[in-house]
Every structure is written in C-alpha cells, then in structure tokens.
C-alpha cells in the first residue's frame, strides 16, 4: 500500500539523518529523561563522581545497555517471528534465479542483482495466491548474497536490513501497522541501539525511570 511506501521511505530517512546528538533545547528530551553527559552518571543515589574513573564509565555503559534492551523488549512481542518461521525454507537453488541477469526470453522484469547494487527504487515481487511469494522473500532476507549486494550499494556505511511478512491468517499484530511498526523498529533498532534514545525518547524514559525504581528498591 502506498502509505506503508511512504512510510518506510520516512524510516529510511531518518535513519540518514539521526546522527546529530539531541538536545534539551530541541524538547526531544521528556519525561526526566537526563542529558546524554548525564543519562548514566546516578544510580541509586551513587553519582559517577564519586567512582574510579573506569569504573564509573563501565558503570555508565552498562545501565544504557540495560535500559536500551528494556525498549527493545518493550516493542518485542511473542509472535513477532511466527510468520517467516512458518514459511517453507526454499531449496538453495530453488531461487537462485533471481540473483541471475534475466534472459531477455523470459519477458521484461529488472534485474534483482542489479537493483540492489545501484537502485533507490521500490522493487515490487508480484504474483498469484500461493505461487511462492513469501517463500521467494525469506530467501532473499536469509541469503548472504543480498547483504553482500547491498554492502556495495550502502558502501562506506554498512547496509540495514529489516523484514516483515504481513499474515492474513495471523493475530491482529501480523495484520496491522502497529506490529509492523514494532517488529521493523526492533529489528532497525537491534541492529543500532545507538539510536533508540534519539528516536524513541519518551519510552526510554519510562525504561530509565522503571529501572531507577527497582534498582533503589533491590538495594532498600
């Protein structure tokens, strides 16, 4: 669907521009959400300056990694990978096919290969009910020859990749933009967790704050 197109060139784009540090001035910080300088300086009461020097960074690097996992776990759901573990894994030269030039007697269609090491278009895979669309898109996610494809393509950055299948048979999170969203910001996000207290910042607040809360109570 279109707005799922447009969408996903949103996500792209912002992935292309995150980079900048944000700042208390831009109002992307809420919710008691602490500098960057600052995010891991206190835990329990305990202030950075008050610890050896390395200790204090490892103490710093370890609470964001806690806390960038409990986001991540907060888009995480238990069905999340149901849909491509319940596709059948094409045989390795079922499909192969598609990473070949095609021979101009089988019709017009653009090289795979070829769009992925030079193109900024969509590239539409259409076919009928059943003929194997899904089982085709697990193979090429799986495949090492996409990222190495994309790697050319992404080059000097390393290439991100993230998938979804939408499941007509599946719960409500398979068929919606809500477990799209969650299932591709996990993926991205996983892959960047540099990223989620730039782009998710009022849920990493709500993370920080929880765990706070349990670490002063386990230490009570």
Known sequence: PKNVKDQMVA???????IEKPI?????????????????????????????????????KLHFRAVVDEMVLESLRYPTMTA??????????????????????DEGSWDGFSKWLTDSSETYWINGKAGS???????????????????????APLPPTVASFFFWNNGN????????????????????????????????WARSYTSFI???????Q
């Open 11 to 17: 996500v792209a784009r912002l992935l292309n521009s």
């Open 23 to 59: 700042s208390s001035e831009s109002g992307m910080i809420k919710e008691g959400v602490p500098s960057p300088s600052d995010q891991a300086g206190q835990l329990a009461g305990c202030s950075i300056g008050s610890m050896d020097e390395s200790e204090g960074q490892n103490n």
């Open 83 to 104: 849909r491509i573990d319940n596709i059948d894994e094409a045989h390795v030269q079922t499909f192969d096919w598609i990473f070949q030039a095609p021979k101009s």
């Open 132 to 154: 194997g669309k899904s089982t085709l898109m697990r193979y090429i996610c799986a495949n090492p020859k996409t990222l190495r494809l994309l790697s050319d393509w992404a």
């Open 172 to 203: 409500k999170l398979h068929k919606d933009q809500v477990g799209f969203w969650r299932s591709i910001l996990h993926e991205i996000l996983d892959q960047h967790r540099g990223l989620i207290l730039s782009l998710l910042p009022a849920q």
């Open 213 to 219: 809360r349990s670490d002063s109570k386990r230490k």
